[in-house]
């Protein structure tokens, strides 16, 4: 019995929760990518800069607090500074789109051409980031590490494997599901929601019901703002904020969007979950998890494992092909919002 | 005097691009403006590639860097002497763990044909395979591979190479891709657009961690140095007398002379691939199978109404523009001497092909070549330009001040940011790049 819950435990620590906080990065990411994909109708290659600019406001507003002494102890000061984060990103999205994304619009571009753009987005925003922040880590951090210790979890229960809880997996986890109720909420229940979800579905139709198109376009760059702050500050706060990662981020965050169901809310969060599980259980190594549960005697050379952990980010592309050969409309048949 | 642009634009233009590199030999020196002119060949070669792909047929391939590395992998493979005590320890292995591959994927896809009927079982029953196949594989394949990483793994620890000359790997390099290509265009080119891109980004990233990890094959982040050139060294050209009294006559140091006289060799070499790539891609657009590409391009449905096989001639020009990456990362790695796969990051060998084709001219070879060569030079020099920018513009400021060493030091940043600005700006206002596709009529 003892042997059964050490291997749930493990695969608790190991597994489990990490599974969660990163699903819960890639759900709040696809959620923005998916929703340029349903209103805009086109795939947004700098969304992964827009999560690190976003993360970049924040940080530096973090330091500004750290450092006249502001914190909200026990909880990390970047939650305090991220409001401000979402407005500078909110008002540098609507500037991209003001200068950049509407005159293809107007001129009603092949989508394929929105895609360049917003690979030119994607340099000019990645070069801007480089600028003021610099290539290098920076760690922002701060307030407690654990809420729950491994050790303190092996004296409490009294097996031999322990549980830990970060901060940051907490702080992730509970964010993203505030945020997506939020979201949700907004989308089915408000009228401005309602006139989103219209406008992706038919845009004739909507523009023929009096709905303003550019009022929808505004209200989707502010929540694809808002989503990518958050998303990239949670990714920050849990790993650590890195350029560079928030543009290898997007192959995850594209397959989760498109497993899903690409324009599909519902679909976008549970591709994030999908994609960040499948690959921790194909890289996990089992080898423990096998010597609890089999017999007692048994000895195991190999680690047990699928794929080796430096394939983590092929397994969300192998998953993605798949989906794309069986069902390219992916899990939740998307296409509106 | 626009029309005199007009008519003399492409001249004009590649003229002032053979200026800045004569100014760079001026200030800089003649090796940098050679290193550079080396460097711009394979960039023209890369975009000619995903001209074909992207100007003739409207393809968005965006896994360049995976075609790219795939050719180098070829120059590794090719030209590096065979490791005999690696083929000894694990070479069965690995054999028995490629037949094992082979047998799965014949069985896989024979399976798949002939079990259409049973609907969704079929699945279940492919997956039983593929599973079955892949733990057989670990079994045979995992031992062999221990076996080779662990012979002398800080000189080899790999499976070397066929020591064949490293101009063989150049067509092998695009072999390579194409074959890649094929797989990939099987699977993504019926998809729509943007998910082609999405699948090949996808695709090359996995051709890196490939590389990165499969060390019994290409030595991953341990690099492969020291490969095999096509053209002489300069240590035997030192001491050549035929080379000392050429060096002395142009008025040179034996050392420089040397470096040149190497560059300059291997840009005769890529000059004449450039050549014979640019003639056979200008022919293939002005014949009939380029007229039914941009037919394609222009129209798929109105061309499939015609009879022709869209999915068929888009699998086709993508293999090909594949093919032609693949021959230049080869080159690339052969003008290195070195294989390092850490050194491909989708912005370099991606994203800035695709500024290069955009700004160029997409659909015309002669604009991709021109844009190969403007966006690597300008890549390479916006680092000294904006440097010597920031300093000139802040030089009124106190040398200790914090935000002049801030600026100095992003300085080397700017260049992303001023690519990604030219990029928006040609889409705006210039849509059709500088060399403009030849309107036909």
Known sequence: ?337 | MSAFYQQYRNQILFSVMAGLLVLVAVIQSLSVSLTILNLCLISAIMALGVNIQWGYAGLFNVGVMGFAALGGLAGVLISMPPVSEAWQAGGFGILLGLLITVGTVIASLFAWSHIQHLKKQRYWIIAGIIISGYALLRIFFDPGVDAIEAIDPSVTGYLGGLGLPILVAWPVGALFAAGVAFVIGKIALGLRSDYLAIATLGISEIIIFFIKNEEWLTRGVKNVNGLPRPVPYEIDLQQAQWFQDWAMAVGMPVDDASAVFVKICYALLFIAVIGILLWFSETALKSPWGRMMRAIRDNETAAAAMGKDVTWQHLRVFVLGSAVIGLAGAMLTTLDGQFTPVGYNPLRFTFLIWVMVIIGGSGNNWGAVLGGFFIWFFWIEAEPIGLWLIDTLTSGMDPQSVVRAHLLEGAAHMRLMTVGIILLLTLRYAPEGLIPEKKRL
Do not use: C
């Not at chain 1, 048994?298 to 050969?325: C, N, P, R, W």
């Open chain 1, 1 to 337: 019995m003892t042997d059964v819950l050490n291997a749930l435990t493990l695969l608790g620590n190991f597994l489990i929760i990490p599974g969660l906080t990163y699903g819960s990065q890639l759900a709040l990411g696809a959620l923005g990518v998916t929703l340029v994909y349903g209103v805009l109708r086109f795939s947004n290659f700098g969304h992964g800069e827009t999560m690190a600019f976003g993360a970049m406001v924040t940080i530096l507003v973090t330091w500004g607090l750290q450092s006249v002494g502001i914190s909200i102890q026990p909880l990390p000061t970047a939650l305090l500074a991220i409001p401000v984060g979402i407005l500078v990103t909110v008002v540098l999205t609507l500037l991209i789109d003001r200068f950049v994304y509407r005159y293809h619009r107007e001129r009603k571009a092949n989508p394929v051409i929105f895609l360049i753009v917003s690979i030119g987005v994607m340099f000019f925003l990645g070069g801007l980031i480089r600028f003021i922040i610099g290539p290098g880590d920076q760690i922002f951090f701060d307030g407690t590490r654990f809420i729950l210790k491994a050790r303190e979890f092996k004296q409490m229960t009294g097996l031999d494997e322990g549980l830990s809880l970060k901060m940051t997996q907490a702080v992730t986890i509970i964010t993203a599901v505030i945020i997506v109720t939020a979201m949700f909420w907004f989308l089915n229940h408000t009228r401005t929601g309602k006139s989103m979800r219209a406008y992706s579905d038919n845009e004739n139709l909507a523009l023929l019901s009096g709905i303003n198109p550019d009022r929808v376009v505004m209200i989707t760059w502010i929540l694809v703002a808002a989503l990518a702050t958050i998303a990239g500050t949670l990714y920050g706060l849990d790993k650590s904020f890195k350029p560079f990662v928030y543009m290898q981020l997007l192959l995850p965050i594209f397959a989760s969007a498109i497993v899903g169901g690409v324009g599909n809310p519902v679909g976008a969060i549970a591709g994030g979950y999908v994609i960040a599980f499948s690959e921790l259980i194909l890289t996990f190594a089992y080898k423990k998890v096998v010597l609890y549960l089999g017999p007692e005697s048994m000895e195991l050379e190999s680690l047990v494992q699928f794929l080796g952990t430096d394939y983590k980010i092929a397994v969300s592309f192998i998953i993605l092909v798949i989906v794309l050969i069986i069902k390219p409309t992916g899990l939740f048949s998307g296409k509106t919002i």
